[in-house]
């Protein structure tokens, strides 16, 4: 049973540019959240997808958006990059329980 | 507003000792309350997580926490540490049906031989 997946492993972009990070849950979970984790912090919640739809929304600008698809996997888009976004990315999963499961991460710098 | 404090930033141990972590919340109802465990460059694994019922609560590799309502803690506990706990360890909390995490800033453990 694959656990959580996320791609690429990581990314170098440059200030200006646009990512986009990819996501597949666990298998049976419909749930999706994105963290961003920046060196020596705690996760930060982006936001969490479910039926296709953004549930939730962190403190974070309309820069950071987001898809999930009819397959549950998931999108985040970063438009307009800064150098402040440099940061471990983290996809979670869950199916109605409150226990997420992490997948390894996207680093993204930017340089 | 919800939030973790982890008072301990950084925590050194030898081998085989005993070890606990230390988290506490802010939230006006019971949340559900997660340990998680990261290793460098790593995700995120779940140790254990309260929900109801038994405020202690037994996890993977050997950890356990209690909860304690009376003082808004979720301490995580370890009999004899190894040297592969080494590691940073999040406290969070879930609160609403929303399923969000919100977390501590993590303690990072080191394991001396």
């Known amino acids: 049973d694959a656990g959580v997946t996320q791609s690429p492993t990581h990314l170098i972009k440059t200030r200006g540019q646009q990512v986009t990070l990819r996501c597949s849950p666990k298998s049976g979970h419909d749930t999706v959240s994105w963290y961003q984790q920046a060196l020596g912090q705690g996760p930060q919640f982006i936001f969490q997808y479910y039926e296709e739809e953004e549930r939730q929304r962190g403190n974070f600008p309309d820069r950071f958006s987001g898809h999930q698809f009819p397959n549950y996997s998931s999108e985040l888009n970063v438009n307009a990059l800064l150098l402040g976004d440099s940061a471990l990315y983290l996809c979670a999963s869950s199916f109605r329980t409150y226990e997420q499961y992490f997948g390894p991460g996207t680093r993204l710098t930017v340089t | 507003a919800q939030s973790v404090t982890q008072p301990d930033i950084h925590i050194t141990v030898s081998e085989g000792a005993s070890l606990e972590l230390r988290c506490n919340y802010s939230?006006?109802?019971?949340?559900?309350l997660f340990w998680y465990v990261q290793s460098p460059g790593q995700g995120l694994q779940l140790l254990l997580k309260y929900f109801s019922g038994d405020t202690l609560v037994q996890g993977i590799k050997g950890f356990e926490a209690e909860f304690k309502r009376s003082q808004s803690s979720f301490n995580l506990r370890k009999p004899s540490v190894h040297w592969s706990d080494a590691a940073e360890y999040f406290c969070?909390?879930?609160?609403?049906?929303?399923?969000?995490?919100?977390w501590g800033l993590g303690t990072s453990l080191a394991v001396n031989p």
């Open positions: 969070a909390v879930s609160a609403g049906n929303n399923r969000k995490l919100i």
């Open positions: 939230y006006g109802a019971t949340p559900y």
